[in-house]
């Protein structure tokens, strides 16, 4: 395999020459996970969390780790625990800790099944479970491991299930009713957010999400646990079906605050819209042209004169992440009608 030197954040690695990003290559690296990556690091850095014990059980090349170490306050790490089952990856993480001349005694390298590598350690209070597909292989040991008040990370590629392109997968994998409709990534990120507490709900660890979103080809949510029983039964409480969707989560996918700071920290498009949605606490949004089409109407007004609109009769209204022609907005659905096609 031949390498190319790569600069990513403060971060300058060895990754596959190959231009074709895939599962199949020894090493995997993809530039377009740098998103992934920016916002880990700015809810590390807005939380500010302190003795951070960290495990990367999917390492790759170890470009999370690397980043972790440079772009995260250094007092707050006391230790980074990276695993990979890939020899090759082993190896490019040994380079890549060279090259970014990271001393190795806060780092501990391992090469074994992700799970096993987990179960192996006494705990963790940031986990960051970034695989390929579908992260169910890795989610049981992922719960038992994490510590009270740690934070839990979990990327889902497998979005087409999620979103409803295949819904008996998204039943055998994940135990709800997805929608192909507008809201589908929502409703999928809503899926995938409840099948994770119900994992976590059987070691007694209660799962909230703390910030969450869609981009690209897959799902990202990050959670803080909090452990007891009733802590779980709150989290049980909020699965109920929406839309003929689901079961799925109810609660909130933000945190208000942790959004705006997440904002400030890494300011994008995507931190921008979830800044603004995150404020308003309803579940789901509405596509403007679909409205427009019920009523056999072209889309006249442009969307920001529709919010003004909205927030004049005193309702909160943004776009959303999940969708360029979707509008959030706690206004019911009859009088936004009446707004959009007034
Ligand atoms: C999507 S890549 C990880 C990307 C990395 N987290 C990053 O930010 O660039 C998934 C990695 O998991 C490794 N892997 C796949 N299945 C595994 C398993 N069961 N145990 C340990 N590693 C595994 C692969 O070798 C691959 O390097």
């Known amino acids: 395999m031949t390498y190319k030197k790569v600069k990513e954040g403060e971060a300058t690695i060895l990754a596959p ?28 850095n807005a939380l500010e969390k302190e003795d951070l014990d ?38 490019v993480i040994n380079e890549n800790f060279k090259l970014n001349s990271i001393a190795e005694e806060d780092i ?73 409709d507008h809201m589908m990534h929502e409703t999928g990120l809503r899926i995938l957010i409840r099948k994770i507490q119900l994992i976590a709900v059987q070691y007694e660890r209660a799962l909230t999400p703390i910030y969450s979103y869609s981009d690209e080809h897959y799902m990202r949510v990050f959670f803080r646990c909090k452990k007891g029983k009733k802590h779980c039964d709150e989290i049980l409480s909020q699965h109920k079906m929406f839309n003929d969707a689901g079961p799925l989560w109810l609660g909130p996918l933000w945190d208000e605050d942790l959004a705006e700071k997440i904002m400030n920290l890494n300011p994008c498009t995507l931190t ?34 529709i919010m003004e609109l909205i927030k004049a009769k005193g309702y909160q209204a943004s776009r959303t992440h999940f969708d360029k022609e979707g509008i959030r907005t706690n206004m019911p659905e009859e009088e936004l009608e009446k707004v959009v096609i007034g």
């Not at 308003?280 to 679909?290: A, E, L, M, Q, T």
């Open 17 to 44: 020459k190959e231009e074709k990003i895939s599962g199949d290559l020894p090493v995997f690296y993809n530039p377009i996970m740098k998103t992934n990556r920016d916002i880990s690091i700015a809810l590390l």
């Open 54 to 91: 960290i495990a990367l059980p999917l390492a790759g090349t170890g470009i999370r780790a690397i980043r972790f170490f440079k772009e995260l306050k250094r007092d707050n790490i006391k230790q980074i625990c990276i695993n990979d089952c890939n020899e090759e990856a082993i190896k």
């Open 108 to 180: 501990e390298i391992n090469q074994t099944e992700a799970s096993l590598f987990m179960l192996k350690h006494a705990g963790f209070n940031y986990i960051d479970v970034d695989p390929f597909g579908s992260p169910n292989p890795f989610l049981d040991a992922s719960c038992k491991k994490l510590s009270r008040d740690g934070i839990l990370a979990v990327t889902a590629t497998d979005t087409a299930p999620l979103s409803g392109t295949y819904t008996k997968v998204c039943r055998r994998k994940y135990w709800a009713e997805p929608k192909k």
């Open 272 to 305: 921008k819209l979830i800044k603004d949605e995150s404020k308003i606490h309803s579940i789901g949004f509405y596509n403007i042209p679909k409205i427009c089409k019920k009523h056999k109407i072209g889309v006249e007004k442009k969307f920001d004169q």
